[in-house]
């Protein structure tokens, strides 16, 4: 992989409102997960070595959560981001294949050959 000492990192974020405070862990669960995916989709890796911001401010008039996350990738390409889990400094840490999707795709390539 290319050097990615120098590369830009791009901030991605989320804003929103969040009505019961018991679903705010959850939430930011699910919030990270969306905004990950998003990022991968465009061809960026997380970057795993800064910490997702994530704040939170009660709104009493409305008497609501409002948030705001933001998360931080490098530009990999989009083929390259589908086995890249993150990039930790100078490291690309790679997605680990699981044996079910393994044998899942040599089963399919096997039935195309057929």
Request: net charge neutral; no cysteine.
């Amino acid at each position: 992989m290319a050097n990615l000492h120098h590369k830009p990192i791009k901030r991605f974020s989320l804003d929103g409102n969040i009505h019961d405070d018991s679903a705010i862990a959850r939430l930011k669960t699910e919030y990270v997960r969306l905004v990950t995916s998003e990022m991968r989709l465009s061809g960026y890796a997380l970057r795993l070595d800064i910490d997702p911001d994530f704040t939170i401010r009660y709104n009493e008039e409305q008497e609501i959560f409002e948030f705001r996350l933001s998360m931080y990738g490098t530009y990999v390409g989009k083929e390259k981001s589908k086995w890249i889990t993150g990039i930790d400094g100078t490291q690309v840490i790679r997605t680990q294949k699981s044996k079910s999707s393994e044998s899942l795709s040599d089963r399919e390539s096997q039935s195309n050959q057929k």
